[in-house]
């Protein structure tokens, strides 16, 4: 079965603080795994994937097969990357399933 | 690129009845997903189209049912509405078939169910 799993619901870091959100995943299979976020009375946006291995808002997102976990990473956060980050991930029979989400606070 | 809209943004229906909740797709985007989102929750995955046809579905029942049409438009039809069916419903585009594309989400419909 897929599940992600986002252990934090909420992460409160200062401005210039590195962050980390965390998300762990079970699949079987070879999966693929995308991080997508929510700004404040804004429509869910795709933020990266790991197929493209890219650097997006200065995060980055790891894929570690042995531990199953697709962390969000960024080494200097900033007052506007407060939001909802949601991981996903799609497998068999194109399904996306997502992880319940971790509201991001960037204190001043 | 006009981006998924939906339609309409709120509703409310009564227990027992049916409603039909639209989209449009981006165009060029030749799947479509939809989603049911309760409050504090990650979106969940209920079907996807490819091509006018079902590829893809969810732990939902069959009274919750879809279609797509050839030009980027689809709908998510849900019979004999329950009070738990209260939700914001998403609908994503893609612009392929596989895995690797993520989706492109439109802002949702509230249902209420009273």
């Known amino acids: 079965a897929q599940r992600v799993t986002q252990p934090e619901k909420l992460l409160s870091v200062f401005k210039g603080a590195p962050v980390e959100l965390k998300c762990n995943y079970s699949y079987s299979g070879s999966p693929e795994l995308f991080w997508y976020v929510q700004y404040s009375r804004q429509r869910l946006q795709l933020l990266l994937r790991h197929i493209s291995r890219e650097s997006i808002k200065g995060f980055t997102a790891d894929l570690n097969k042995g531990e199953t976990s697709f962390h969000l990473k960024k080494p200097f956060a900033q007052e506007e990357d407060s939001a909802m980050y949601y991981c996903a991930l799609t497998g068999g029979g194109f399904k996306t399933i997502f992880g319940a989400g971790t509201r991001l606070f960037v204190k001043a | 690129e006009t981006g998924v809209t939906q339609s309409p943004t709120h509703l409310i229906k009564t227990r027992g009845q049916q409603v039909t909740l639209r989209c449009s797709s981006q165009s060029g985007h030749n799947t479509v997903s939809w989603y049911q989102q309760a409050l504090g929750q990650g979106p969940q995955f209920i079907f996807q189209y490819y091509r006018e046809e079902e590829n893809g579905r969810g732990n939902f029942p069959p009274r919750f049912s879809g279609l797509q049409f050839p030009n980027y438009s689809s709908e998510l039809n849900v019979n004999a509405l329950e009070l738990d069916d209260s939700a914001l419903y998403l609908c994503?585009?893609?612009?392929?078939?596989?895995?690797?594309?993520?989706?492109?989400f439109g802002s949702g419909t509230r249902l209420t169910v009273v």
């Open positions: 994503a585009s893609s612009p392929g078939r596989g895995k690797d594309y993520g989706y492109t």
